[in-house]
């Protein structure tokens, strides 16, 4: 890890166990399942293709203010061979007659946010803090991180701030002062939960005829799946299988920034306890499926899933996963249930309706940074038909 001289309001870590205990004192983020030290830690230690690195904003009489998560990783174009979101494609092909990616060479990304979660989940500012300014600031503070190192100046290609919903854009959008460019990714899915579902039967009323005859379907054809929570006891002997079934579906997503390392569920598991979910779907003694997430405040995260597509369709195992995070989420008396922004369409059949989400983006070099700008304006999400299956 490259350490970094700081500034007289900004300190740098190259380890979240580095961070002072009074910086987490005073800033109280903790409520924020993605901003506590448990769950940092955990992602940091078993990605090491990553480099990570924070951000602690200080004020005059040194307090803490503000926290920014990085990570710096190689990105390899090449790898894109799957059908991608339109913006994706458009970004390879222009880009590539425009010069911007190396043929060979991977491109070294710094992203503040967090690469495995869809959110805003990459800087934390404390109440009563100017926003615009704060973030700003966070924005010098990422620039002097590169720029102090002869390396990374050099490397760093493109930097990334992510994802920020509609009602934050009025302080996000003071980063064009930065030149960075705002561009929509596929949405964020989000179910909100009614006060009158006490019961999975409730949510069931709630539907339409045609989507609670569709539920029964997948309910009935899932039902010879077994299903079982997976804990500490159990993982090192399911971890085999599960990491199998997930490649399966990293290979037909849109687009991953990074791969998940599912090591990580140990720790999770172990530091987050009741507050991370993981549970796997078994077909006469076989893993067919997994499913994981997390409890973040008032809401259900779902994570990442693994699953066996030769016999999805049959026995309706990712349409079961979709119910059971319901579930789970009327069980916990939880608010919100976040799906995340991949198979949106299947997601609204149960309930989820788009949340946008903005991504700004800089390139390093002053006159490509300008030519993204003018082709990202053109480019947006790949639509999807959203079903409404709720009654009125």
């Known amino acids: 890890m490259i350490p970094c001289a700081n500034t007289n309001n900004a300190q740098y870590f190259s380890s979240v166990s580095e961070i002072p205990e009074r910086y987490w004192h005073a800033l109280q983020c903790e409520k924020n399942l993605y901003f506590r030290k448990e769950y940092l830690l955990s992602i940091e230690e078993n990605h090491p293709e990553m480099q990570f690195s924070y951000v602690v904003l200080v004020d005059v009489n040194e307090q803490a203010i503000a926290f920014a998560a990085l990570q710096i990783f190689d990105f390899y174009i090449n790898d894109i061979n799957n059908d991608l979101e339109f913006f994706i494609r458009k970004i390879k092909n222009i880009g590539r007659q425009l010069h911007l990616f190396p043929k060979k060479r991977p491109i070294k990304i710094l992203i503040c946010g967090n690469t495995f979660v869809s959110g805003e989940h990459g800087v934390y500012i404390k109440e009563n803090q100017n926003k615009k300014t704060i973030l700003k600031e966070i924005t010098k503070a990422i620039l002097h991180y590169t720029n102090s190192h002869p390396n990374l100046k050099k490397e760093v290609t493109f930097f990334l701030l992510k994802d920020f919903k509609k009602e934050s854009l009025w302080i996000t959008d003071a980063l064009k002062d930065y030149n960075y460019s705002p561009f929509l990714v596929a949405p964020n899915m989000l179910l909100e939960l009614q006060k009158g579902w006490h019961h999975f039967d409730d949510y069931l009323a709630a539907l339409k005829t045609k989507f609670r005859v569709k539920a029964r379907k997948a309910i009935q054809l899932s039902a010879s799946l077994e299903r079982e929570n997976v804990t500490l006891k159990n993982i090192d ?27 990580t569920y140990k720790k999770l598991i172990e530091k987050l306890e009741k507050n991370y979910l993981l549970k796997a779907y078994f077909l006469d003694g076989k893993m067919v499926g997994f499913m994981s997430g997390s409890i973040n405040q008032n809401s259900l995260d779902a994570h990442f899933v693994g699953i066996d597509y030769a016999l999805n369709r049959e026995y309706a195992i990712y349409q079961r996963m979709l119910y059971d995070y319901v579930e789970i989420a009327i069980h916990k008396k939880l608010k919100y249930l976040n799906f995340g922004r991949t198979a949106s369409e299947i997601k609204s059949s149960v309930g989820a309706v788009p949340q946008d989400l903005t991504i700004y983006i800089r390139h390093k070099k002053s006159i490509k940074n300008r030519i993204i700008k003018l082709f990202l304006q053109r480019i947006e999400p790949t639509p999807f038909h959203q079903k409404f299956p709720f009654k009125k």
């Not at 085999?240 to 599912?262: C, H, I, Q, R």
Request: glycine share 4%; proline share 4%; no cysteine.
């Open 237 to 263: 002997r399911l971890l085999p299988e599960m990491t199998a079934l997930y490649k399966k579906v990293a290979s037909k997503a849109d687009f991953n920034l990074g791969n998940f390392n599912l090591d």
